[in-house]
């Protein structure tokens, strides 16, 4: 069914520009594209079922795109203008604007994850048969699909050597960085209309505390090495959640990098590095990409598992991490780390259980960048080093949490009697997956 639209049909030809991964108007590729046009531009939000069906009622990121698409429509009335908004199938949704609109062409970003593919293939046809434009562009990434490859024309696999690439094209290309889309005037002139709340479309508001999508400051950056890997201090930008919805430009984001921390720039290329290998190598999806190691005999106890999520393991370090995501949607990313070496290190469960939770609890939840990580915790994705790194949780709370300031945030029940024992024995566990890994692949060889 619609949820916020014209309720009218136009005559007029528009142009439509179609949000998606990209929640603002400024440097905003596929808008900017739209606009320098002669027709004016109608801008579009789909809520899309296909996705939000599989999703509770109250997930915090239904919240979190609502709220920055209010903010949205509060720039776009500056522009005398309006959002329009839509809840159901993509392809009913379009069915209902090309009533209401004369459109002549939809543009918008690209999106790289399975469904996305699928879905823009589809409705470009869709639009084709209707003798209507289909044009997206490359927005939420600086470098994508095959911009950057070996000498012999195949995607890299390991992140070191593309990233010493990817930085030497920058030097040679610095006008992918130019952020000088400018927001004209150009759009079809609508009544504001209000957003309809989230109970309309079955979603409860929740209580969201996220950073603000503004730019890190250049103490932040330059000190950002020094402190990154210690959760109980201020020294990440926290703008993840920003990343994944596009309230913030990426090429703002690098230009800023390049500048002031090339530590943080690494870890904004370990994202389109994860991007490359999603779109190169789609079936890491459901797995392994290495996939001899879709043959190890996890243990995959529920319990063991239910412990894990509840952050009952008897680990504080893990049991922080666990209980800051459950409550937050937000985990530092040393903890990310830390918590997915546990499960499929030391408690043997398949990382496919651990992405899945993350997924489900995560704010600034990124498919490739999710299924990335936990593949590169769990010994089977693309990292060059072997399967025997195996974080001591107790090592990595005396190295990153010296004084315990962050365990004691998060488990308030440290040195009560309830708190639990340790769920297993750490010498005990690194043993057991060293074995079960070894004899995996010895079991397994091509």
């Not at 005398?80 to 809840?87: E, F, S």
């Not at 009952?312 to 459950?326: C, I, K, Q, S, W």
């Not at 259980?353 to 769990?378: H, I, R, T, V």
């Not at 962050?406 to 043993?431: C, E, M, S």
Request: proline share 4%; glycine share 4%.
């Amino acid at each position: 069914m619609a949820f916020q639209h014209i309720n009218s049909s136009i005559n007029q030809p528009v142009r439509v520009f179609w949000l998606r991964r990209d929640l603002r108007l400024d440097d905003n590729t596929g808008l900017s594209m739209a606009l320098a046009g002669d027709l004016p531009v109608v801008v579009v939000f789909i809520f899309d079922t296909a996705i939000l069906d599989d999703l509770p009622s109250t997930d915090a990121r239904v919240s979190h795109i609502h709220q920055q698409l209010e903010n949205l429509n509060e720039m776009l009335a500056r522009h005398k203008t309006t959002l329009l908004t839509y809840h159901g199938s993509v392809a009913a949704s379009f069915e209902i604007l090309c009533k209401e609109l004369t459109v002549k062409s939809v543009f918008c970003n690209h999106d790289y994850e399975p469904y996305a593919r699928a879905r823009d293939n589809e409705i470009k046809v869709w639009l084709k048969s209707r003798n209507i434009e289909f044009r997206s562009f490359k927005d939420q990434v600086i470098y994508e699909k095959n911009e950057i490859l070996k000498s012999n024309g195949t995607p890299y696999t390991v992140f070191t050597p593309y990233m010493k690439q990817w930085k030497a094209s920058i030097i040679g290309e610095p006008g992918v960085l130019q952020s000088n889309f400018k927001v004209n005037g150009n759009f079809l002139k609508l009544q504001k209309k209000r957003l309809n709340d989230l109970r309309s479309i079955g979603f409860e508001p929740q209580n969201l505390k996220t950073s603000e999508a503004c730019l890190p400051g250049a103490a932040m950056l330059s000190d950002y090495h020094k402190f990154r890997d210690y959760p109980s201090s201020n020294g990440t930008s926290r703008l993840s959640v920003h990343l994944r919805f596009g309230t913030l430009s990426i090429r703002k984001l690098v230009s800023l990098a390049l500048e002031h921390s090339e530590t943080w720039l690494n870890e904004l290329i370990w994202r389109e590095f994860y991007m490359m290998i999603l779109w190169h190598f789609p079936y890491v999806v459901n797995r392994c990409f290495k996939k001899e190691y879709d043959f190890i005999p996890w243990k995959n106890d529920e319990h063991e598992f239910g412990r894990w999520c509840r952050g009952e393991t008897g680990y504080p370090f893990v049991d922080a991490g666990m209980r800051e995501l459950n409550n937050t949607g937000y985990m530092h990313n040393r903890l990310r780390m830390v918590t997915a070496s546990f499960l499929t290190k030391h408690l043997l469960i398949n990382w496919q259980w651990g992405e899945a939770y993350f997924a489900e609890k995560l704010l600034d939840f990124e498919l490739s960048s999710n299924n990335g990580g936990w593949q590169w915790a769990a010994g089977c994705g693309c990292d060059a080093a072997p399967y025997f790194r195996i974080f001591n949780p107790l090592l990595q709370a005396t190295k990153f949490d010296p004084e315990s300031r962050y365990i004691k945030n998060w488990v308030t029940d440290l040195n009560q009697p309830g708190y639990p024992q340790p769920i297993i024995d750490h010498q005990f566990a690194r043993k057991r997956a060293l074995q079960t890994y070894k004899q995996t692949l010895e079991n397994n060889k091509s």
